[in-house]
């Protein structure tokens, strides 16, 4: 089992940078890649940013050049780095752990005003 936890969302005006962290524990070893996915409100979730064992990352096209993805494997966190948030940024942002099964965090809201 994996657990994730999720926190630093919040309201932010539009220009303005998040960070948010995955605390990430349970089996760590089993882990191949970390992503960050979001689901605005009557869309899909969306996949917003992946990294891999090796520390390969992949992006939207849509945060692209906003959006960092990091991942500290001493304190067993990967993190989001938001900078340019736009209002149609906003959403609830999960973090996922691709193991023998893909684990989910409860997720954090993320809300970017006008």
């Known amino acids: 089992q994996v657990q994730l936890v999720e926190s630093g969302g919040g309201l932010v005006q539009a220009g303005g940078s998040l960070r948010l962290s995955c605390a990430v524990s349970g089996s760590i070893f089993s882990i191949n890649h970390m992503a960050w996915y979001r689901q605005a409100p009557g869309k899909q979730r969306e996949l917003v940013a992946l990294?891999?064992?090796?520390?390969?990352?992949n992006y939207a096209d849509s945060v692209k050049g906003r959006f960092t993805i990091s991942r500290d494997n001493a304190k067993n966190t990967v993190d989001l780095q938001m900078n340019s948030l736009k209002p149609e940024d906003t959403a609830v942002y999960y973090c996922n752990a691709a193991s023998y099964m893909a684990f989910w965090g409860k997720g954090t809201l993320v809300t970017v005003s006008s």
């Open positions: 990294i891999t064992r090796a520390g390969n990352t």
